[in-house]
């Protein structure tokens, strides 16, 4: 669940991102110890 304001403020930047060829989405508000260590060990 989101709330507005991130509803909002993704809505803006997806907009945004759009004049540029990007389409970004929402894919999961989950992401697991391990895998924010490995993104940040990058």
């Known amino acids: ?5 991130t509803i909002t403020a993704f809505e803006e930047l997806r907009a945004e991102a759009g004049h540029y060829g990007f389409a ?11 895998r924010q260590l490995a993104i940040w060990n990058v």
């Open 1 to 5: 669940m989101l709330l507005q304001n």
């Open 24 to 34: 970004p989405k929402i894919e999961s508000g989950y992401r697991s110890f391990e």
